[in-house]
């Protein structure tokens, strides 16, 4: 089955800059890969996915790019702010309706003012 | 986009009782709903896979027994944890797939439980 690493666990940096957090996984047959950020207590929230006929895609502040070769992908956020604080995970799966995701053991980001 | 809902958001329960969750999708039919599981501080672990109108397929070291999974409609999905344990305790959260092909999957809210 898929297993997807992601590394750091924890991540601090300040303000304005700009954070790198890295997924490796497994299978090579999973083409849809989501980045979720979670609150404490709230749900993962979506904040950008790719699909392996792409690359790269950017929306705003936060980019994903994607190696499918190397089997890994990438979320960059810019221009950090205190609000990005939280827990982002990142996730693999096959592009099927009823495939489950496999989750990284999540990134700690702290945004020092 | 589509919308999720979990009932209860917070339960506390003693040790032996048996508890319910509800998961529904409100706006959109759900051919299938996950069920996760976390613990403080660590990552999303997949329980089950439900899928409207057959029997779960439960996770390797998931006991079927325990925490039984019904998916009578295509927007009901329920989880219910029998004879719960201080174990149990943890965060249960929902996802649901819709129709499109795509899976992008829409998480509920959660249940924080709590057996004393």
């Known amino acids: 089955g898929e297993n997807v690493e992601q590394h750091p666990s924890t991540l601090s940096v300040q303000e304005g800059d700009s954070a790198v957090i890295k997924c490796t996984y497994s299978?090579?047959?999973?083409?849809?890969f989501p980045w979720y950020k979670q609150e404490l207590g709230k749900r993962p929230q979506l904040i950008i996915d790719?699909?392996?006929?792409?690359g790269e895609k950017k929306d705003q502040r936060i980019a994903v790019t994607l190696n499918k070769t190397a089997k890994h992908f990438s979320l960059h956020i810019t221009e950090t702010q205190p609000e990005d604080s939280a827990v982002y995970f990142c996730?693999?799966?096959?592009?099927?309706?009823?495939?489950?995701?496999?989750f990284g053991k999540g990134t700690r980001l702290s945004v020092i003012a | 986009g589509a919308v999720v809902s979990q009932h209860p958001s917070r339960v506390i329960c003693k040790s032996g009782t048996s508890v319910k969750i509800e998961c529904r999708s409100l706006?959109?039919?759900?051919?299938?709903m996950f069920w996760y599981r976390q613990f403080p501080k660590k990552s999303l672990m997949l329980m089950a896979t439900s899928n409207e109108g057959s029997k779960a397929t439960y996770e390797q070291g998931v006991e079927k027994d325990k925490f039984l999974i019904n998916h009578a409609s295509l927007t009901l999905s329920t989880l219910t944890v029998t004879s719960a344990h201080p174990e149990d305790s943890s965060f249960y959260i929902c996802?649901?797939?819709?129709?499109?092909?795509?899976?992008?999957?829409?998480f509920g809210p959660g249940t924080r439980l709590t057996v004393l």
């Open positions: 299978d090579s047959a999973s083409n849809y």
């Open positions: 790719i699909r392996s006929n792409v």
């Open positions: 996730a693999a799966s096959r592009n099927s309706g009823n495939t489950p995701l496999v």
């Open positions: 706006d959109f039919q759900a051919t299938t």
């Open positions: 996802s649901a797939s819709g129709t499109s092909g795509y899976n992008e999957q829409f």
